[in-house]
């Protein structure tokens, strides 16, 4: 339907000769735009504002190294790293979202409903309960139980080919069992571990360095070309397998592809940040709305994570200074709203 | 499109339903005898393993021996609470899927352990209670503001309620509570170090008065389930040919969201939030009956108290010192019996 309404205002760019061409919703186009310049305007937001304020020019020069004294340390240690983060794990959780979602023709069918988040938590619960180790060692254990957790939900839903509501259906059940693991496994934590572990489950960007935004940053610039060269088959797909295998789509390799590439965004995402909820169920279907174009819309899909994790940990940094607290309460309260106020009052609009 | 009969002429319709309603009776006694099984063993199985016979034994003759006072004292309690509390879940997981048609509904997904839990934290960090009993009040308020805000959020509208609205809204309620249970949790580590026990969930150490003080609620919402299992069949042929077959569609989806609400909520707050049996006992009873309510619904009591009660008493014998909660061996039990049926055939229709 969506898709034939905005067939009128559809331009075709074609490269001279016509060997490329490529069609462009005009209005998915300006909602990119207006998407990217809100990013641009919290971003610039965070980096000059904060206990220590900086101009914009003073943040620019320190950025060239001529700063003011004392600004290096608060711009490239300190906030740089962390909008950064911010950013790419925004969108690498909204990109994966949207894959997911479309691949599994459920809205439900995101990352964190599906038990990978959850996977994650677990791997990085047993490193912080059972070791002393750090960081790294904690993303390690997340990245691994996240990826650990997709493949078995994979495997037990694949049964002559894959079926998106079978998936999302065991993906919540082994989810399920997932949550419950890693409540058992806090209750045998000593106290103190177990609030680091408490907190490492809500998701946040404390701390966040350059250490955690290489991995993003290197899993993004690999993984979104593969993304957006298939994303032009999950259009496809979601006609159904036999419309798209019709249409010459080799159905299931192109659906393991875009799995495994979800799968990794999520896992590296959370890794760097956390199991930080909602991102990746509500940025994509946010992104979907504005555009109203069939598909995954995977840019938009992107920059609107990005906005909406900078903007939620802008947030939750200015309103509760002195407290720390994990952006994944923010984006948990955002989230949560948004789909409530979806459901209360756009819907009853259009019903 | 067929329309299917209602369902009283479609038994008069196919002679062989006396005899199906026969098979489904003499499952329904089987498993209560399993039941009956998993009870003696849940006497008989603890820290201190007692011999079947002796627990046999003492059960019907309470002689002051210390086995006696372990049976009678611990163990009876906490098995009645597990057979309770289990069918209570099953009931509201069936429930709740019937009037959602939707088979992932589940008092988990829904937000409604989580509601339960947001109030316990409210009432542990903010009016400092501290006892089981003090908890179940706290859960059982949350509970139920938790299934209304979801079934009000999700049912808004001229459209009425549809499946995903209401998977949709309970996700919003739970984002939003885990949001808030963990900021109150965060900032303060004593409220956390209470919380995080009790939300396990687990049969020890609540005992006949955590039983007492939600039986009532708990049986008040089995009347009203049962009672709806009529108009719940003609619910599952949609709204519109439910009104046509003369139910009462609104009534049905109101009077179920109260019977959920006092199952759930009466369960979680008795013993915590417990996964996975409001989910996949359903999809089991369906399996065996077909989708008649009227025998799905009670087969879901029984197989549910059968399933939690099994985890219970698996999970005491996992470890000498300390027991596996049952939250968590219903979840290692059950979910791959609920993967299993997933597995089995396409996703049971509702």
């Known amino acids: 339907m969506n898709a034939l309404k905005n067939s009128a205002a559809t331009r075709i760019l074609r490269a001279p000769g016509g060997r490329i061409s490529l069609r462009v919703p005009a209005r998915a186009v300006i909602v990119c735009a207006v998407l990217a310049i809100a990013v641009a305007i919290v971003s610039v937001v965070s980096l000059t504002t904060g206990d220590y304020k900086l101009s914009v020019p003073e943040v620019v020069a320190t950025l060239f190294g001529q700063g003011p004294p004392g600004a290096d340390f608060i711009v490239t240690t300190l906030r740089l790293p962390r909008l950064l983060a911010a950013l790419l794990v925004g969108a690498a959780l909204a990109v994966s979202g949207a894959i997911l979602q479309s691949l599994s023709g459920n809205p439900l069918g995101s990352p964190d409903i599906i038990g990978f988040s959850h996977g994650s938590a677990t791997g990085a619960l047993i490193v912080i309960i059972t070791t002393t180790g750090g960081m790294l060692e904690t993303a390690l254990g997340a990245l691994l139980g996240g990826m650990v957790t997709a493949i078995v939900v994979y495997l037990l839903a694949f049964k002559r080919g894959m079926h998106g509501l079978r998936m999302v259906l065991i993906g919540v059940g082994v989810s399920s069992m997932l949550l419950s693991a890693n409540s058992y496994l806090i209750t045998r934590a000593s106290l103190q571990d177990a609030v680091s572990a408490q907190a490492w489950q809500v998701g946040g960007l404390n701390g966040r360095g350059w250490e955690h935004v290489q991995p993003v940053a290197i899993a993004l610039a690999v993984l979104l070309p593969i993304a957006a060269y298939y994303g032009r088959r999950l259009s496809m797909l979601e006609m159904g397998d036999d419309a798209a295998k019709g249409l010459g789509v080799p159905v299931e390799r192109s659906r393991l592809v875009l799995f495994g590439v979800s799968v990794t965004l999520c896992a590296v995402a959370t890794a760097a940040a956390g199991p930080i909820t909602f991102l990746a169920l509500a940025g994509p279907q946010l992104a979907r709305k504005l555009t109203r174009a069939a598909g995954p819309n995977l840019f938009a899909s992107a920059l609107m994570g990005a906005f909406l994790l900078v903007a939620s940990d802008l947030g939750i940094q200015r309103l509760f200074p002195s407290q720390q607290l994990p952006v994944g309460i923010a984006t948990g309260v955002l989230g949560g709203g948004y789909l409530a106020w979806m459901l209360a009052v756009r819907w009853r609009a259009r019903s | ?350």
Not at chain 2, 34 to 46: D, W, Y
């Open chain 2, 1 to 350: 499109m067929v329309v299917a009969p209602p369902a009283e002429e479609a038994e008069q319709l196919k002679p062989a339903g006396a005899r199906t309603n026969l098979l489904r009776l003499a499952g329904i006694v089987l498993a209560l005898g399993a039941l009956g099984f998993v009870f003696i063993l849940s006497i008989a199985i603890g820290t201190k393993d007692i011999p079947l016979a002796t627990a046999w034994h003492v059960l019907w003759n309470n002689d002051g021996s210390s086995e006696a006072v372990i049976i009678h004292e611990l163990r009876i309690p906490r098995t009645l609470l597990g057979i309770a509390m289990g069918a209570a879940i099953g009931l509201s997981g069936s429930l709740m899927q019937a009037l959602t048609r939707n088979p992932l509904a589940d008092p988990g997904l829904f937000g409604i352990n989580l509601g339960a839990a947001a109030a316990i934290v409210i009432g542990i960090a903010f009016l400092g209670v501290t006892s089981i009993l003090g908890y179940v009040w706290f859960a059982f308020a949350g509970a139920a503001v938790a299934s209304v805000v979801v079934y009000v959020l999700g049912s808004a509208g001229r459209s009425g309620s549809s499946p995903d609205r209401l998977v949709l809204a309970g996700a919003a309620v739970t984002a939003m509570l885990f949001a808030f249970i963990s900021a109150v949790v965060l900032l303060n580590v004593e409220v956390f170090n209470k919380f995080r026990f009790w939300n396990v969930g687990s049969l020890v150490g609540r005992g006949t008065d955590t039983l007492l003080q939600v039986l009532p609620f708990i049986a008040l919402g089995v009347l009203i389930a049962l009672i709806l299992a009529r108009p719940l069949n003609a619910l599952a042929l949609g709204d519109q040919a439910a009104s046509a077959l003369g139910a009462h569609v609104t009534a049905t989806r109101v009077a179920g969201a109260i019977a959920v609400t006092l199952l759930c909520g009466g369960a979680t707050a008795a013993i915590g939030p417990i996964g996975f049996v409001g989910l996949a006992v359903p999809h089991a009873a369906r399996l065996i009956v077909g989708p008649d309510h009227r025998w799905g619904l009670p087969y879901s009591m029984v197989l549910a108290a059968i399933l939690l009660l099994g985890a219970d008493v698996l999970g005491r014998t996992f470890d000498d010192t300390e027991e596996v909660q049952v939250g968590i061996m219903t979840a290692i039990v059950g979910a791959p019996v609920f993967i299993a049926l997933c597995r089995r055939r396409k996703p049971a229709r509702l």
